[in-house]
């Protein structure tokens, strides 16, 4: 493995999930490693994504529990909000990651350069900043992927997910483009947090790729929490007032919505530009993804790819196993491919959704004769807190097997509970599995062994 013709066995670009993953995996293999990255090491997940995001998710929610607080007998007597404080804690944190991160790398002796690399060959990067040539018998670009900034006229007013985090106030008014997983999750942690909030997509879906069932739960209630939608009005233009604020000018509408902020989330796309992927014969796919085959090799023999620049599925989970298995692989001898059936996935939203498997549209496609059993209950929490809202659990079954072949929720912990119950479906069980699961009561889990 070890080439003394090279200065590293391999040179990581892009120190995120996957980066990371890799490096310190073939560091334990004995490789000779090496990182360069040009921000901050972490990645778009501990740095400006996931986790930043999760905390803001927790701190918009104590507005729900203090609102409930009376209910079980507390006298809450002033409350308030002040966004420096949590935004800082929340950087704090990001930086402690930071740091646990690095020292990941230095504990398994990876070389850190913390500075742009460009490929120059099948076997060589050059440094922006330094102007160092190195050389590396493989090459893993794992450079993420990066908000996507539609093209309309003022577009530079707006703000993506990377400066989401940092924000000088909280706004009144946040218009978000886009009605994804990033849209929806900043629309409940604006709304939450006190802020008017207006979700405007080009279509007339939200969450593409989800239940309908559920994207319908999930609209219902959070209109009636307050976030307003537009729908089918792609934006013609942002104008910037005297007085800072933002006017959004939509297709099809007279008037302009005005906002504090405006946060584009239109989907993110796998960052590729100045890498010198034409100095190696790299070859890129129509939507600007480095193309791999399923040992995650590019079209260089000596370069591989993982993460979401391969825009594969832009998961941070995936990132590390494309990571880890490149590095088992190549340095460990281990022949791991990675299985992409059966991916959980859940949007922070408030409520949160969660789903594994196929939808019952797409199951519906593939199996023809399917049986849907669904539980639609209001969780305890709710009626105590009288809130409405209601959680919706709806399991789709093969007919012809009893195999449960997608499971999708809507309504508190959603996340929480997919993910032991994904085992479950992953591992092939049954509606009858599930039904000889005696109940634990009371939870909102429970619900998963009672539907009809
Ligand atoms: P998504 O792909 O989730 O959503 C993009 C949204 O933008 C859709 O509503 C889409 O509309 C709209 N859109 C796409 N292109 C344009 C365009 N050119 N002009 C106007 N609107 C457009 O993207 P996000 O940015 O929210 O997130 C990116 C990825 O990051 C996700 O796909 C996900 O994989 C990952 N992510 C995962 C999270 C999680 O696991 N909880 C959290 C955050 C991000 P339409 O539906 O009509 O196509």
């Known amino acids: 493995m070890a080439d003394p013709e090279y200065d590293f ?8 999930s996957g980066g990371v993953r890799a490096s310190r995996i073939a560091a334990s293999h004995g490789a000779r490693v090496a990182v360069a990255e040009e921000y901050r090491i972490g990645g778009t997940c501990v740095i400006r994504g996931c986790v930043p995001k999760k905390l803001l998710v927790y701190g918009s929610h104590f507005a729900e529990e203090l609102q ?19 935004r800082d804690a929340v950087l704090r944190d990001v930086d402690r990651l930071n740091t646990a991160y690095t020292a990941t790398l230095e504990t398994h002796k990876v070389d850190r350069f913390l500075e742009r690399a460009t490929i120059t060959g099948p076997h060589s990067v050059k440094l922006a900043d330094s102007g160092r040539e190195i050389t590396a018998g493989h090459i893993l670009i794992a450079t993420g992927a990066w908000p996507v900034r539609p093209d309309f006229e003022g577009s530079e007013h707006c703000i993506t997910s990377n400066e989401v985090f940092h924000l000088e106030k909280l706004p009144r008014k946040v218009v978000i483009a886009g009605a994804g997983y990033i849209a929806l999750e900043f629309a409940g942690i604006f709304n939450a947090l006190g802020c008017h909030v207006t979700v405007v997509n080009r279509s007339e879906t939200l969450l593409r790729g989800y239940d309908e069932g559920l ?14 939608y537009k729908f089918n009005c792609p934006f013609e233009k942002v104008v910037k007032r005297d007085d800072g604020c933002l006017e959004a000018w939509l297709n099809n509408q007279p008037d302009p919505l005005i906002a504090d902020v405006i946060l584009v989330a239109t989907g993110r796309r796998p960052k590729i530009e100045g890498l010198g992927l034409e100095n190696a014969g790299v070859e890129v796919g129509e939507r600007g993804e480095i193309k791999v085959d399923d040992t995650a090799k590019t079209s260089c023999d000596s370069i591989y790819a993982v ?5 594969r599925v832009q998961l941070t989970p995936i990132a590390i196993r494309e990571g880890q298995a490149f590095a088992d692989r190549v340095f460990g001898n281990k022949d791991v491919r990675i299985n992409y059936d059966c991916i959980p996935s859940a949007v922070f939203s408030q409520p949160p959704l969660a789903s594994v498997g196929l939808t019952e549209g797409q199951a ?69 599995d599930f039904d000889q699961t005696v109940a634990l009561h009371p939870s909102m889990a429970e619900e998963l062994v009672l539907m009809k």
């Open 307 to 311: 993460g979401d620049v391969t825009d």
């Open 215 to 228: 994207r319908d739960r999930l609209l219902q209630i959070t209109m009636a929490r307050g976030i307003e």
């Open 68 to 86: 409930d607080a009376a209910n079980y007998g507390w006298t809450v007597d002033k409350t308030g909000f002040d966004w420096p404080t949590l």
């Open 364 to 432: 519906r496609n593939k199996y023809g004769s399917i049986k849907v059993f669904s539980s639609d209950f209001r969780p305890m929490k709710n009626v105590f807190g009288h809130r409405p809202e209601r959680g919706l659990y709806k399991m789709i079954v093969d007919a012809a097997t009893d195999k449960i072949i997608g499971l999708h929720m809507i309504g508190p912990e959603a996340p929480e509970i997919l993910q032991a119950a994904a085992i479950a479906v992953k591992a092939g069980l049954t509606k009858d």
């Open 9 to 16: 066995d391999l040179f990581v670009i892009g120190a995120g």
